[in-house]
């Protein structure tokens, strides 16, 4: 195993004078101890050293940074909260990483249009709250929310805890400004909910990771707000189970807002950290929740409870009030942290299989772990079919990690197998590169990447990402 | 086979950390909106995550711990351990912090104020006779047992004597050991941390029962080095004793012919170390009527010797709150420690605002009949 520090290209001085004089000096990082701390994400065991860190303020700086990049052919990094889970910010080419953290205006929330136009470094709760403060509701919640910013929400068309009702990103983005490499500022879509005006850039830029352009600002659509929402738990044996109960509800006819499931070993992790009183002992946990009147969503959480008791569950308890039912998403918010307290590494996936295969996958992910003898905890998004398996190891523990990659090799074969896919919301980035081709085919690949090179010709937007 | 097996690069430890501490963080981000000083910057390096990845570079040797951006952010950091409560992979922050300025504030390198302070702290007869001309609580001798004892703070005898006169009215006959130090939470803190856990040793030695203290610091020190079952926080030990045996009759707190509004600063180690914030909100709530000030859990920017080494960083961190104090219209603004104390009298006196910053112990003794 290597122990060397991928390296960057190196950046001339004229090219870092020029940086300077485009965002000023303080907003160009280049000594080693200044550009660490950009030298990963939230992927475990991915580094590289950025040859700088440029922080702009406007799209303007932005669009000449990318032009005297596509110019002298430095890599550039587009980089939000840092939230990301596939190495998808990490500059393993060297080069420039981008961070779009200073720019962070809410410029608008309409109630009349039902939309919020905000810069992108602006994060996903300053949004929700930005919207909740009108009444409105900006639906797209993934875990990281206090951290991810709307910029890297749309460049990895991020899921949440409410994606089976309400979609993910891509349903709300309506438009969006962005600098190609190349340094054209372009707009797409706008302020409709109905444009076919052209190629649907919008969408294709969205889950684009950062590697067909800068996104500089954001419209989405919101919702009114529901008048109320609450959740309830319900512990099951086995997670195959509780996977079970999650296709009853759906064949029952209700499309709740959520459906979140937890194995045993993320039951604990969670408790450890929350205090909530979950049962330890219970082989999984499905929370489940729906928002709307006061009368509907008592009837759609009784609906769901009935269909976990048929479906074996072995106890159930509704949250009381919505301070309950916040706690509760708090605490599935935070199962990925709170899983390193078994290990320090936690190597995430993020697998998603048509629904009615979710208790089967489950199974296949529980005998492969056995298989190649980790540690491996399951918590997932259960009505969107999308699971989290997490293996644990020890840092040093090289044996570990190789089974670990060769579980999830696996684990990535089999989703394929069941109709599903290698990643449902977190990214292909660099960590999920080499099972792209599996996925798309050579066909699609080879597709993808004449889409890449038509917006990027010199090659410079996040290099050896998605798509490159 | 791997995607990440010939790029991940391994980092080989030289020892310098804990490494079951270092190894607990993810890099999730879920600290960042609770830091101050991330929230002031938006920028990585001055948040939880960024620093803990310097520590790790420090560790590995990838960066010398005398690095310009090493430096810089280990003592910008507050220290206020925001981070820790909000952290779900329990990263203890805190013990990382300390471990961190051992390197980074070790021999020349220690700011000349921190080095001051340190040396001041350890003598004791020094710091009784600061507290005597002041008039602090008069000790009562040698320890006698192991029943409560009232821990006379160094930096409370000298700055707010009337914190621990007004303890021994509230208690009356609590003994106040003779021969007390510095429990060194102040060295550990800032570079000493070897001496700050003797100190602590010696002051456990001095004070054998359960040492009551006025100061969040001191209190979450004390726990680290001596165990949570040596030490009372003031609140804590009020509400436990005074729901045991009788309370004394208190009377609301008045001013101008009303009850007091009054708010409450938490002590940031207090509360992120210890985890006590229900007590002291309950105490106040007993005598006056209790307005939360929206950021009372968030740092004020004193964080030990954070105030007089970087003045305009502590001011900045605590102007946000002072405008939430003015727009409360509140009588008294309630601290529970001194270091907390000092910084909001001279922010709040330096704004001209008529809200008088008190102890809890102080307006508890308010309530006292006379
Ligand atoms: C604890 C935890 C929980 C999570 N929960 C969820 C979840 O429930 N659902 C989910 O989908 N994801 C989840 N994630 C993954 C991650 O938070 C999301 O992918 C999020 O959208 C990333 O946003 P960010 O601002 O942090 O972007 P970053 O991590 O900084 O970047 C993500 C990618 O987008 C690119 N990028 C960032 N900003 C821009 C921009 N302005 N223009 C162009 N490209 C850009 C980057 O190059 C990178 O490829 C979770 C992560 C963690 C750590
Ligand atoms: S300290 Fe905790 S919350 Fe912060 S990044 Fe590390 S694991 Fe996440
Ligand atoms: S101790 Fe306070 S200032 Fe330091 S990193 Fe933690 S939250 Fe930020």
Redesign the interface.
């Known amino acids: 195993m290597s122990t060397s520090v991928v390296r960057g290209v190196g950046l001339t001085p004229e090219i870092l004078d020029r940086l300077r004089e485009i965002v000023g000096a303080e907003h160009v990082l280049t000594t080693d101890g200044d550009v660490e701390p950009f030298s990963r994400d939230a992927t475990p065991l991915f580094r590289a050293r950025p040859d700088a860190v440029v922080l702009p303020a406007t799209t303007a700086e932005v669009a000449d940074v990318l032009r005297l990049a596509t110019e002298t052919g430095t890599p550039v990094v587009p980089r939000g909260g840092g939230s990301n889970l596939a190495a998808g910010t990490v500059a393993e080419r060297g080069g420039i990483v981008l961070v779009l953290t200073r720019m962070t205006v809410v410029q608008e929330v309409s109630a009349d249009e039902l939309l919020a136009v905000v810069q992108a470094g602006v994060t996903t709760s300053t949004l929700a709250d930005a919207a909740s403060a009108r009444g409105l509701l900006y639906p797209p919640d993934p875990g990281s929310r206090t951290v991810s910013t709307v910029g890297g929400n749309v460049a990895t068309c991020a899921g949440g805890l409410r994606g089976l009702k309400y979609g993910v990103t891509r349903n709300y983005v309506l438009g969006l400004e962005v600098v190609l490499p190349t340094g054209e500022v372009i707009r797409t879509g706008g302020r409709l909910w109905k444009d076919v005006a052209g190629y649907d850039l919008t969408r294709l830029l969205t889950g684009s990771e950062g590697t067909l352009g800068v996104i500089t600002e954001v419209t989405v659509g919101l919702l009114p707000m529901p008048e109320t929402s609450r959740t309830g738990i319900a512990y099951f044996d086995s997670l195959a189970d509780a996977g079970r109960a999650v296709t009853a509800i759906i064949a029952g006819g209700t499309l709740p807002a959520t459906l979140e499931f937890l194995d045993r070993a993320c039951i604990g992790a969670v408790e450890d950290f929350a205090h909530l009183g979950l049962d330890r002992d219970a082989g999984a946990l499905l929370l489940f929740g729906d928002d709307g009147s006061p009368r509907d969503v008592v009837e759609s959480l009784d609906r769901m409870a009935a269909a976990c008791t048929a479906n074996g569950a072995r106890g159930i308890e509704l949250a009381t009030d919505v301070a309950g039912s916040e706690d509760l998403l708090a605490a599935r918010r935070c199962s990925l942290p709170a899983l390193s307290r078994l290990a320090p590494v936690t190597m995430l996936e993020d697998v998603t299989v048509p629904r009615p295969q979710i208790a089967r996958m489950v199974d296949d992910i529980e005998e492969i772990a056995r298989r190649h003898d980790v540690v491996c905890a399951t918590f997932g998004h259960a009505g969107d079919g999308n699971l989290h398996p997490t293996i644990v190891f020890d840092a040093d523990d090289h044996d570990a990690r190789r089974r670990a990659e060769a579980a999830f090799d696996e684990v990535f074969g089999r989703a394929i197998a069941l109709g599903g896919t290698i990643t449902g919301e977190h990214g292909v980035g660099a960590a999920k590169l080499p099972w792209l081709a599996q996925r798309l085919g050579a066909d699609q690949l080879a597709l993808l990447r004449r889409v890449k090179a038509a917006f990027d010709p010199a090659g410079i937007l996040n290099p050896g990402k998605l798509g490159s | ?12 430890s030289l020892g310098l950390f804990d490494q ?1 501490l270092l ?2 963080c ?5 600290c ?2 609770a830091c101050p000083t991330y929230q002031l910057t ?4 001055s ?1 939880p ?3 803990i ?2 520590m790790r ?1 420090v560790d590995s040797g ?2 010398p711990a005398d ?4 430096l810089e952010q280990s003592s910008y950091c507050l220290g206020c351990r925001a981070c820790e409560p909000v ?4 990263v203890q922050y805190g013990a990382l912090l300390e471990q961190w300025r051992d390197l980074t504030w070790s021999g020349a390198r220690t700011p000349p104020v921190a080095a001051a302070l340190r040396a001041g702290m350890r003598m004791t007869p020094a710091l009784a006779a600061a507290g005597r001309v002041r008039g602090a609580a008069r000790t009562t001798g040698r320890a006698r047992g192991d029943g409560v004892q009232l821990m006379l703070g160094c930096v409370e005898r000298s700055l707010f004597p009337g914190v621990s006169q007004a303890v021994t009215r509230l208690l009356p006959g609590i003994e106040v050991p003779s021969g007390q130090g510095c429990c060194g939470a102040l060295h550990a803190h800032s570079g000493g941390s070897t001496e700050g856990h003797h100190l602590a040793e010696r002051l456990g030695e001095a004070l054998p029962g359960t040492i009551l203290t006025t100061a969040g610091g001191c209190a979450a020190h004390l726990v680290n080095v001596l165990g949570r079952d040596r030490v009372h926080e003031l609140s804590e030990h009020l509400v436990d004793v005074w729901s045991a045996s009788e309370a004394p009759a208190l009377t609301d707190v008045r001013v101008g012919g009303r009850r007091a509004r009054v708010a409450l600063q938490d002590s940031c180690h207090l509360r992120n170390g210890l985890g006590t914030s229900a007590q002291p909100r309950d105490l106040v709530a007993r005598v006056a009527d209790y307005v939360e000030l929206p950021s009372a859990g968030a740092c004020c920017g004193g964080a030990g010797t954070y105030s007089l080494l970087r003045p305009d960083d502590a001011a900045a961190v605590v102007a946000p709150k002072l405008d939430e104090v003015e727009s409360l219209d509140l009588d008294y603004l309630v601290v529970v420690n001194p270091v907390c104390q000092r910084q909001l009298v001279t922010a709040l006196r330096r704004r001209g605002s008529r809200v008088r910053v008190v102890h809890l112990a102080e307006l508890l003794a308010l309530a006292l009949p006379t």
């Open positions: 086979m791997t995607a990440s097996q010939d790029r991940a690069p391994v980092d080989v079951d190894a607990a993810i890099s999730c981000g879920f960042l909106p938006l920028d990585e390096r948040s995550r960024g620093r990845t310097l570079a990838r960066l690095d310009p951006t090493v952290c779900p992979a329990g």
